[in-house]
């Protein structure tokens, strides 16, 4: 196979990388579980302590000459963010813990809302059967608390979302429609414009769980067709080599002016008296207490690094390295991918079960190899019960993944084989 579109500078950029070079249980590591967390570039790890180690302090409470520079980084990451995925403004950037945190914040906040947002009993939200715990969780709560449905779109045999039903499940009755991007489990890329469309036409707002797709393809919330943008984007900062415990919450200004605050505190109010407060606008209304403030400074300096890269040429590299993966695995005996055939449907998580094997086993085994992967259900259990499994393995690369690498997983996988004895 020939493999069009590695990025060409490759190793340059797993020099970058410095746990790359370590080895584990004797052998060079090969690390292919990005997609629950990707590694950290140095420019991003040097970022964050000398942030640490010159500019710590507090954030727009400091009137010393620390707090302004603190200050300023931290709000020079917002701009950041907000140009990485082309928000319209940067008072729209909302940060969060994580992205988990921040899909809570919409649901409970559209929970609390009045006027045209309210939510009561006859009203439906529309997930998928392929989401994240993280976004089927905070909808069935909603729902339960407010009376309101909760349905969702079905996955085809081959991993694809089932949108023959789409004009009897978005409705005049639909209020939210949550979904994701990319898939965590399945890999699968979905049609965002085409259904954000379809629910702008009944009035819904759109979620899109963007913690897979962010890191792995351009975004520009600008680029989108008429009635095609979500409302609502959503990411994580250590997916897209950048710190942990810093999410992003992008919102649509109108909606977020017009839902109430989330977490009360410091910062996020305008004025408090013992009867009633005032808030802040955006997007200090929906920040209460100090920030996560090197964690984003850390994810602003991953932002331009991926910048400085280009993400076109990440999704080229991801998606050769894909079809590579792909290619391989089909050489194994007794391996079932979940999700598309096709690597040009799908992002960097492949997900697949090797008969007469537990998932946590070939984790394991394939660990003592050097090689890092995950097993399990991936916070996607709906999605293994579609499929009738009750969990899976699964490998994911990124930009910094060599072929090499994904020889060494292949091999890896022929060594559990014979490990476990399968003819």
């Not at 302004?68 to 319209?88: L, Y």
């Not at 976004?135 to 996955?155: C, D, H, M, S, Y």
Request: a negative charge; charged letters at 20%; proline letters at 5%.
């Amino acid at each position: 196979m020939t493999l069009e579109g590695l990025l060409p500078e490759l190793e340059m950029i797993r020099a970058d990388f410095p746990i790359l070079e370590r080895t584990v249980h004797g052998l060079p590591l090969v690390y292919l579980d990005s997609a629950n967390t990707s590694q950290k570039p140095q420019i991003v790890i040097d970022t964050m302590v000398d942030h640490l180690e010159r500019h710590n302090a507090n954030v727009a409470r400091a009137m010393h000459q620390l707090g302004a520079e603190s200050t300023e980084a931290f709000e020079g990451a917002r701009d950041k963010v907000a140009g990485f995925i082309g928000a319209p403004s940067r008072d729209e950037v909302i940060f969060t813990k994580n992205a988990s945190e921040a899909l809570n914040l919409v649901a409970n906040t559209l929970a609390w809302a009045r006027g045209r947002y309210e939510i009561g009993a006859g009203d439906e939200v529309v997930i998928t059967e392929m989401e994240h715990h993280s976004n089927i969780v905070p909808w069935q709560l909603l729902t339960e608390r407010k009376g309101a449905t909760l349905r969702w779109f079905g996955v085809t045999d081959d991993g694809q979302l089932d949108t023959s039903n789409i004009d009897e499940l978005i409705t005049e009755r639909t209020k939210v429609v949550a979904l994701t991007w990319v898939s965590n489990m399945l890999g699968t890329i979905n049609p965002i414009a085409a259904i954000a469309k379809r629910a702008h036409e009944v009035g819904a707002l759109v979620v899109v769980d963007g913690a897979q797709a962010v890191p792995q393809m351009p975004v520009d919330l600008q680029g989108f067709g008429p009635g095609e943008a979500p409302d609502f984007l959503i990411f994580t900062g250590h997916k897209v080599v950048g710190p942990t415990g810093i999410g992003v919450l992008w919102g649509r200004r109108e909606v977020l002016e017009e839902l109430p605050p989330f977490l009360g505190g410091g910062e996020m109010i305008a004025t408090v008296t013992m009867a009633r407060s005032t808030y802040a606008g955006i997007p200090h209304k929906f920040e209460a207490g100090t920030p996560p403030i090197v964690e984003a400074v850390g994810l602003g300096a991953a932002v331009e690094y991926l910048g400085h890269v280009g993400m076109e040429n990440v999704r080229r590299h991801e998606h050769a390295i894909t079809a590579y993966a792909l290619e391989g695995l089909a050489t194994v005996p007794g391996i079932k991918v979940l999700g598309p055939a096709d690597a040009a449907l799908r992002g960097g998580a492949i997900s697949f079960e090797l008969d007469g094997v537990h998932p946590h086993d070939i984790a394991q085994v394939v660990d003592s190899r050097g090689v890092a992967i995950r097993a399990g259900h991936h916070c996607a259990k709906p999605a293994h019960q579609r499929f009738g499994v009750q969990a899976s393995t699964r490998m994911s690369s990124y930009l910094y993944t060599t072929p090499a690498e994904i020889d060494a997983f292949i091999e890896a996988l022929e060594y559990t084989r014979s490990y476990f004895k399968l003819s």
